[in-house]
């Protein structure tokens, strides 16, 4: 009988979650479509999303964010910002980490979820990870939005690692794109988004979203040959924080 009760809240709150993410783009639908509509006002597309999108989803959730920086990202300077992925919160968790207005790279098939999806189409950098020809524009585009003072936002596992896994490996793109463009790296450590809500159905529920933005990797005199490096020490970052202090 407990077991039902438990699983009946959980559903509950996962319909709960997806209300929350839909309210403020049915309010201020007419406002994001004209911010959305031109690259040079992605600011104000991200000062929304950030502070009426993902602050109420988080807090309505009860999951109540606490960030600790080892280093500060410093106002109009563009960043490769990684971290770890476990939850769809992950997103709402970026957004409030970062002030400084990020663009981020993601799957394609995200596009397919309602409303959301709407605009994902149209600020973010969609790639089909099958396509080799989707993969070098997204260079393309992000040194673009680069060049505009935006940052660029990857997780680099590619995806969400199976249950048991505690981070995935790595891919390069994110990596590759900051020796291109002479950026610093931004490793982070999400640590309880799994547990507040995870892929898993069945599973989540309110309590602290704590962060660890992790001192910054320069990548001024490093070559694309450095790239594996360059990932295996950020991954290094990130497991061994996760290892400590999940």
Request: aromatic share 14%.
């Amino acid at each position: 009988m407990l077991k039902v009760v438990r699983q009946i809240g959980q559903t509950l709150y996962r319909i709960w979650f997806y209300i929350l993410v839909a309210i403020p783009i049915i309010i201020f639908f007419p406002v994001l479509v004209v911010f959305a509509s031109k690259e040079t006002w992605y600011p104000q597309f991200f000062w929304m999303a950030r502070n009426l999108w993902a602050k109420p989803i988080l807090y309505g959730m009860f999951c109540f964010p606490k960030v600790t920086y080892e280093q500060r990202l410093i106002k109009k300077e563009s960043y490769m910002l990684v971290a770890n992925h476990t939850s769809m919160l992950d997103i709402m968790l970026m957004l409030v980490v970062s002030k400084n207005p990020f663009v981020f790279v993601g799957k394609k098939e995200l596009v397919k979820i309602p409303l959301f999806g709407f605009f994902y189409k149209r600020v973010c950098i969609m790639v089909d990870r099958d396509n080799t020809q989707s993969r070098t524009g997204v260079y393309r585009r992000a040194q673009k939005r680069l060049q505009q003072g935006l940052s660029i936002c990857i997780f680099p596992e590619g995806g969400v690692p199976e249950e048991h896994v505690l981070l995935d490996k790595f891919k390069d793109g994110a990596f590759k794109m900051a020796i291109a463009h002479k950026i610093p790296v931004v490793p982070m450590t999400f640590y309880d988004n799994k547990e507040r809500f995870s892929f898993t159905f069945f599973s989540g529920g309110p309590g602290k979203c704590r962060a660890r933005v992790h001192k910054f990797v320069e990548t001024h005199s490093l070559c694309p040959e450095d790239t594996t490096k360059l990932k295996t020490n950020i991954r290094e970052t990130i497991l061994n924080d996760l290892t400590t202090n999940s």
